[in-house]
Every structure is written in structure tokens, then in C-alpha cells.
């Protein structure tokens, strides 16, 4: 598909480009709430926070997490993130990313 880079736009800019997308990968952010809010399919990255316990909760959310168990989850509200938890987001590989978008693109 065609690439969009529209680094200067509001939120309902982001939410029209995303609506005609077929597939956005985001991290735990609003983006990925915003996509999941317009109907897109999502890949949404978690390191550190809960991905059972923040969404995005829609069929066609993709939640993706390879937080050790022994790693407590960030709690949100807490004043910082340990060393621990900022590794998590490095144990989901580029290649982890491409199977799902894979599975929801073919």
C-alpha cells in the first residue's frame, strides 16, 4: 500500500488517515486506542504495562507482550519504571511484529 507521513496533524487527522488504513502497529498509546476506536486491525507492542489490562479490546486487536511473569507489570500512576520492565519492550523482535501483520494482511 501506499506510505503516509504527516508528521504535523490533530487527532482527527490521525483517526481519518488511520480509518482508510489497513493495518496499524502501534505501542501502548492512544494511537493504538485511536485506531481500534476507528475500526482499523492493530498490533499494539506492550513492554512494561499489562496488555490484559489496558486494551485495546476489539476483535481486531492484536495485543503483543513477551513480559516475563517474573517481571512485574508497570503500574499506571507509579512515579518510574524499573530497568527491568524498560527491558521488556526489547524481547518483541521486528520478525515477531511482521508474522502477526502477516496473519491479519493475507
Not at 12 to 32: F, G, R, W
Not at 44 to 65: C, I, M, R
Request: proline content about 4%.
Amino acid at each position: 500500500g501506499k506510505q503516509i507521513f504527516d508528521l504535523d496533524t490533530n487527532i482527527n487527522n490521525t483517526a481519518a488517515i488511520m480509518k482508510k488504513s489497513k493495518l496499524v502497529i502501534s505501542n501502548d498509546t492512544v494511537i493504538a486506542h485511536l485506531a481500534a476506536a476507528v475500526g482499523t486491525h492493530v498490533i499494539a507492542l506492550f513492554g512494561p504495562t499489562d496488555a490484559t489490562h489496558t486494551g485495546p479490546f476489539t476483535e481486531k486487536a492484536t495485543l503483543l507482550s513477551k513480559r516475563p511473569s517474573a517481571i512485574k507489570p508497570y503500574q499506571h500512576g507509579a512515579k518510574r519504571i524499573t530497568h527491568a520492565q524498560a527491558q521488556t519492550m526489547k524481547l518483541i523482535s521486528v520478525q515477531d511484529v511482521l508474522d502477526e501483520a502477516k496473519k491479519i494482511l493475507n
